[in-house]
């Protein structure tokens, strides 16, 4: 009769580790040993131990000191196919933007063709037939679409090219895709502003997040308006014709009768813009307008004041997105939907309402 063996913790990391990389989760490259023993609840140093494990067994391959481990296999027995992988962009501005750079290059470093396309979804006016014919037209195996509105994610979905819905109007499709999920966060923040007295709230925001209806974040906030009292209306979600001149039309209609106390303002370069609109007219932030961001951006803790705003952890994205393309490449079926927590983080910006 064999002795039975207790395993250690070590040895139990090692086992869970071993059978998620199995199953493709992680892809390319290990998480680091801090992210690991957070999400496991354990010590830092029984995670190294369980590393150290998989790395002499050569399932992992170590990259230097502060380097994550490269993962050796994937999947044993399975023979991974080099991929053409096209990344569809918003608006070509976003190219060099931390998130979608970052994604470009983890996936080169795996060993796959990335390129972003030569048109973006506003260069194609986020229709579903013009991206439908740039498609056709493109040289690709796979693609990435990003922050794509409901009419153009749902064509993805419909295709049998592989596809990957990188944030935008994802929810409840048969299409693999990865974001924030924002609406914990932006409830509140909107409490956090009502809290605050402001009942003048504008959300400014791109219309493809508007129409033809309001999306889940822009739903959750005119929900928490209503539920507070606040009639929401056109006036907290304004229209605007997209592009510079229209956000700058509706940006000086809003001062003009009812000045808003507080502006909740979606993508950096859009707050950007908005700081130098309201410090053009004379407007102290928080002091006459308080001024809060849907996106996060590591140079708000830079500014004084600190920048109210949404933020979420990026890691989860990217390795969600290399799982994704080694299933491809593995011939694997993935139509997994993942949300990453997001929170809402307060700051100097946001403050008592004007009256």
Request: charged share 25%; hydrophobic share 45%; aromatic share 8%.
């Amino acid at each position: 009769m064999s002795k039975w063996k207790v395993q250690s913790i070590p040895e139990q990391i090692a086992a869970y580790l071993r059978e998620e990389i199995s199953l493709g989760r992680w892809g390319g490259v290990m998480p680091g040993r801090n992210e690991l023993a957070k999400e496991l609840d354990v010590g830092i140093s029984s995670v190294q131990e369980a590393l150290r494990m998989l790395q002499e067994e050569g399932l992992l391959v170590h990259q230097g000191a502060g380097q994550v481990r490269r993962i050796k296999d994937v999947n044993s027995g399975s023979e991974k196919r080099r991929l053409r992988i096209a990344i569809l962009l918003y608006e070509a501005f976003t190219m060099s933007a931390g998130i979608f750079s970052e994604v470009a290059h983890l996936l080169q470093d795996s060993g796959y063709e990335v390129f972003f396309a030569k048109s973006t979804l506003l260069d194609l006016k986020m229709s579903a037939s013009r991206v439908a014919k740039f498609v056709e037209k493109t040289e690709a195996d796979a693609w990435i679409v990003c922050s794509a509105g409901r009419e153009v994610t749902q064509w993805f979905a419909a295709q049998s090219k592989p596809a990957f819905a990188l944030f935008g109007s994802r929810r409840g499709l048969p299409l693999p895709s990865v974001g924030p999920d924002l609406v914990p966060a932006i409830v509140a923040a909107t409490r956090r502003l009502i809290g605050y007295g402001h009942q003048r709230i504008v959300m400014l925001v791109r219309p493809d997040r508007r129409l033809p209806l309001p999306a889940a974040l822009e739903r959750a906030f005119l929900e928490e308006l209503a539920a507070n009292g606040i009639t929401p209306g056109p006036y907290h979600l304004p229209d605007w014709d997209d592009g510079i001149d229209g956000f700058q039309t509706r940006l000086s209609s809003l001062f003009q009768v009812q000045p808003p106390t507080a502006l909740i303002v979606d993508e950096l370069m859009l707050f950007i813009a908005t700081q130098q609109f309201l410090s053009k007219k004379r407007l102290r932030v928080p002091e006459d307008v308080s001024l809060f961001s849907l996106g996060s951006n590591a140079a708000f803790a830079w500014c004084d004041p600190k920048v109210a705003h949404l933020h979420h952890d990026p890691s989860p994205v990217l390795r969600r997105v290399l799982e994704w393309a080694n299933h491809v490449a593995l011939g694997k079926k993935d139509l997994r939907e993942t949300h990453i927590r997001a929170q809402f983080v307060d700051g100097g910006t946001i403050g008592p309402a004007k009256h």
